[in-house]
């Protein structure tokens, strides 16, 4: 429970922080007060939408909702058991109804209206990420670059292990390539209706390649504040790179992208080791495994 209400707090601070829609409910709120709530059916819905966004903004009221969905949610989807839509579309028309009441002239109520409708666009929407559009495109064209050149250099089925930004973004870039484990590996939520998980081994997989970003180096240790979906490896543990890629290799791995910042004399120990010489391709460093058909299963 202390878990939930830190994530509670935390979340109403994130997502007020990101999108205003939050503080724009509650400017509407308090103007329909200030209006006396319009309409027996406008005060119902107002009042029903208050209560709702006060359980959603209380810590202690957050984090049972947040229970209630079963913890694999993060705070912003508790949000959607408030009519937002509705609650903003009747406090538009309360506005409008009192600029409708006022002596104002043609052209003033329509710049009102206007200005009202352009607080409404920059407001953004509930718990929008920080990460832009542009950025989220540009690291989707940097990937499809990436994954172009791999399938000229390999040709053939694919079943590929690599850094998180390149799994995240291959299957919806190339339906044939086949990854050791999908994106539900670090997004909790899609794991809401799914009663079954990956083996330890993959997950240590998973931490591995990501601590060898963080690191630059084939053996990481393992940190004790590790966030990662199932069980984590055993915090002050060593990962071994070799050992690693070897497990990838008999899990059915085809191709592995390493991460660019491992140097070369890593890659030198790799060839030594395991008989393959690593290719540089773009950021990264690429390993031809030639094995054959994938055993892995398909990511979700």
Same mark, same amino acid.
């Given at each position: 429970m202390r878990e939930l209400l830190r994530n509670a707090w935390n979340g109403w601070l994130a997502m007020s922080d990101r999108g205003k829609l939050g503080a724009l409910l509650l400017l509407m709120?308090?103007?329909? @007060?200030?209006?006396?709530?319009?309409? &027996?059916?406008?005060?119902?819905?107002?009042?029903?939408?208050?209560l709702l966004t006060g359980l959603c903004i209380f810590p202690l009221t957050a984090a049972c909702l947040m229970l209630y969905q079963t913890r694999f949610y993060d705070y912003e989807w508790i949000w959607t058991i408030v009519p937002m839509t509705g609650i903003l579309a009747c406090g538009g028309t309360l506005l409008l109804e009192q600029l409708d009441k006022? #002596?104002?002239?043609?052209?003033?109520?329509?710049?009102?209206?206007?200005?009202?409708?352009? $607080?409404?666009l920059l407001c953004g929407r509930l718990g929008n990420p920080r990460?832009?559009?542009?950025?989220?495109?540009?690291?989707?064209?940097?990937?499809?670059?990436?994954?172009?050149?791999?399938?000229?250099?390999?040709?053939? #089925?694919?079943?590929?292990w690599a850094p998180k930004?390149?799994?995240?973004?291959?299957?919806?870039?190339?339906?044939?390539?086949?990854?050791?484990? !999908? &994106?539900?590996?670090?997004?909790?939520?899609?794991?809401?209706? #799914?009663? +079954?998980?990956?083996?330890?081994?993959?997950? +240590?997989?998973?931490? @591995?390649?990501?601590?060898?970003?963080?690191?630059?180096?084939? +053996?990481?240790?393992?940190?004790?504040?590790?966030?990662? $979906? !199932?069980?984590?490896?055993?915090a002050g543990t060593t990962?071994? !790179?070799?050992?690693?890629? &070897?497990?990838?290799?008999?899990? !059915?791995?085809?191709?592995?992208?390493?991460?660019? #910042?491992l140097s070369e004399e890593s890659m030198d120990e790799l060839e030594r080791e395991l008989g393959i010489k690593p290719v540089r391709l773009e950021q990264y460093w690429l390993l031809s495994c030639n094995q054959g058909s994938a055993k892995a299963s398909a990511s979700r």
């Amino acid at each position: 429970m202390r878990e939930l209400l830190r994530n509670a707090w935390n979340g109403w601070l994130a997502m007020s922080d990101r999108g205003k829609l939050g503080a724009l409910l509650l400017l509407m709120f308090l103007l329909a @007060w200030l209006w006396k709530l319009g309409t &027996r059916k406008q005060k119902d819905l107002i009042w029903f939408g208050a209560l709702l966004t006060g359980l959603c903004i209380f810590p202690l009221t957050a984090a049972c909702l947040m229970l209630y969905q079963t913890r694999f949610y993060d705070y912003e989807w508790i949000w959607t058991i408030v009519p937002m839509t509705g609650i903003l579309a009747c406090g538009g028309t309360l506005l409008l109804e009192q600029l409708d009441k006022t #002596s104002c002239g043609k052209g003033k109520k329509l710049a009102i209206a206007g200005m009202a409708l352009m $607080v409404l666009l920059l407001c953004g929407r509930l718990g929008n990420p920080r990460a832009t559009v542009q950025d989220v495109g540009l690291q989707r064209r940097e990937v499809a670059q990436v994954l172009e050149k791999l399938n000229e250099a390999t040709g053939g #089925s694919v079943l590929l292990w690599a850094p998180k930004e390149v799994m995240e973004h291959a299957r919806s870039l190339d339906a044939n390539i086949t990854l050791l484990y !999908g &994106r539900n590996m670090w997004q909790k939520h899609l794991n809401a209706f #799914s009663y +079954d998980g990956y083996a330890q081994e993959q997950r +240590d997989l998973y931490v @591995w390649m990501q601590l060898a970003c963080a690191y630059q180096r084939l +053996d990481v240790p393992v940190p004790a504040d590790l966030d990662v $979906v !199932g069980e984590a490896p055993k915090a002050g543990t060593t990962l071994e !790179g070799i050992s690693c890629i &070897r497990k990838a290799m008999e899990l !059915g791995a085809t191709q592995i992208l390493l991460p660019g #910042s491992l140097s070369e004399e890593s890659m030198d120990e790799l060839e030594r080791e395991l008989g393959i010489k690593p290719v540089r391709l773009e950021q990264y460093w690429l390993l031809s495994c030639n094995q054959g058909s994938a055993k892995a299963s398909a990511s979700r």
